[in-house]
């Protein structure tokens, strides 16, 4: 490395090994790089990230030019990765690439599914306006997905159809020859009077680090139906951050889960644009936490017009060093009257090293509204340990069982029973091992 190098910040590392290629670029990626340009990444004044040094992470395990190089794809198989006992349709990413062979299409004429450059290529000015309008923010990752997405699928749900099985996407990195960098891009329209239910699974193999941005913009029509729920149980060395917009019509309700499992960094970008009357929106979220692992939950709630209801809890377990970060926003618009909004975040510290910054945030322009927030941040009640102790409980089971009811809550929000027993098995064996 010069010492030219040396000086230079890692947006600026990151800026050069790009613009050395000569590679032709599409309108769109070249807009979305010349926004990224004047950003950049996040520094350490930047409100959004005050909490998650996340250039300062990236840039202790990754060249700057390793994070936009191409991943090889990998062909191996994803049987140990499918949900046990979960009748589905799979969609595969395998280090970011589309791979429709691996993957178990629905054969239903009311949902399609393909790749998204068939779309912006038949539709470009409508879709680009669409994903204007929902674009509330300027994420630098989600800038950086936009430039560089290897692959992206348009998934289109037509009127009036209900879908008999939920859609599993599958991100698999295989980074057991080399590191990894992926970027994946998935718009989602479900039309008026419609249901789907979407599950995401991100995973990864080897020993090497895996660099992952998702971007996803979701429709939901009018009196139209959405489950989505994001597990990220990542075993491997994952550094990923989503970027998940939601634009709900009247009468239509979405409920979003999220697990963060496992992974040395996630980032997550949830935001709920809810632009009709009538709406229900519910969001739940898990994270449980160790080593030094850092787990950031972005949350944004736009209530836009009157006479909807929205409700989220999210729920964090910290051990060792690691580290929780909540950031949940609530705005209520002067037209949005009658809206009821409620938020709440509760977290558990395991260990004195372990930390979590917690903002909760309401800004109401309205006056006929309920709304409500709050977060707590405790301990483990020690007279409870001691009580179940003294029924001849050991104290390791006891507390397990006590984290176990902490957590539980979220999971007996899911409808799906299958879905609701895999993460069970996955969480009740995470907190008598590692907590």
């Known amino acids: 490395m010069t010492a030219d190098t040396k000086k230079q910040s890692f947006t600026d590392q990151f800026i050069e090994a790009v613009e050395s290629r000569t590679t032709e670029e599409s309108s769109t990626r070249k807009a979305a790089w010349n926004e990224f340009r004047l950003l950049g990444f996040p520094e350490s004044k930047s409100e959004e990230y005050k909490f998650t040094p996340v250039t300062r992470i990236l840039s202790k395990h990754f060249k700057a030019s390793e994070l936009f190089e191409v991943a090889p794809k990998d062909n191996g198989t994803i049987e140990d990765l499918l949900i046990k006992d979960l009748d589905s349709y799979s969609i595969v990413f395998s280090n970011g690439h589309f791979m429709p062979k691996a993957s178990k299409l629905p054969t239903d004429a009311s949902i399609t599914i393909e790749p998204l450059n068939g779309p912006l290529d038949r539709n470009s000015d409508q879709i680009g306006n669409r994903l204007n309008e929902l674009a509330v923010n300027k994420d630098p990752f989600a800038l950086l997905n936009n430039t560089f997405w290897q692959d992206g699928l348009y998934i289109h749900v037509a009127k009036n159809a209900v879908i008999d099985k939920p859609l599993v996407i599958h991100h698999h990195h295989n980074a057991s020859q080399q590191k990894i960098a992926s970027h994946t891009r998935l718009i989602i329209e479900v039309e008026n009077n419609t249901s789907l239910r979407i599950i995401e699974k991100t995973h990864s193999t080897g020993e090497h680090s895996v660099f992952n941005t998702i971007n996803e913009d979701i429709i939901v029509g009018e009196q139209a139906s959405l489950s989505y729920c994001k597990i990220q149980n990542d075993p491997g060395q994952l550094f990923q951050v ?79 060093k690691s580290k929780g970060v909540f950031n949940g926003k609530i705005y209520v618009r002067p037209h949005a009257q009658k809206t009821n909004a409620f938020q709440s975040n509760r977290n558990i510290l395991l260990s004195e090293s372990a930390t979590i910054n917690t903002k909760p945030q309401l800004e109401i322009w309205a006056d006929d509204v309920k709304c409500s927030h709050g977060c707590t941040t405790g301990q483990l009640d020690e007279e409870a340990i001691f009580y179940l102790q003294s029924r001849g409980i050991p104290k390791a089971t006891a507390k397990a069982m006590l984290l176990y009811a902490f957590a539980g809550e979220v999971l007996e929000a899911i409808k799906d029973e299958q879905l609701k027993n895999y993460l069970d098995d996955i969480i009740s064996e995470r907190l008598h091992k590692n907590f």
């Open 242 to 320: 989503s970027n998940t917009i939601i634009h709900q019509s009247n009468n239509s309700r979405t409920d979003t889960y999220t697990f963060s499992l496992n992974g040395n960094l996630i980032r997550n970008n949830l935001n709920i644009i809810i632009d009709g009357e009538g709406c229900e929106s519910h969001f739940y979220g898990l994270y449980l936490t160790n080593g030094e692992s850092l787990v950031d939950n972005h949350t944004v709630v736009d209530h836009r017009k009157p006479n909807s209801h929205s409700n989220e809890l999210y729920k964090g377990l910290m051990d060792d």
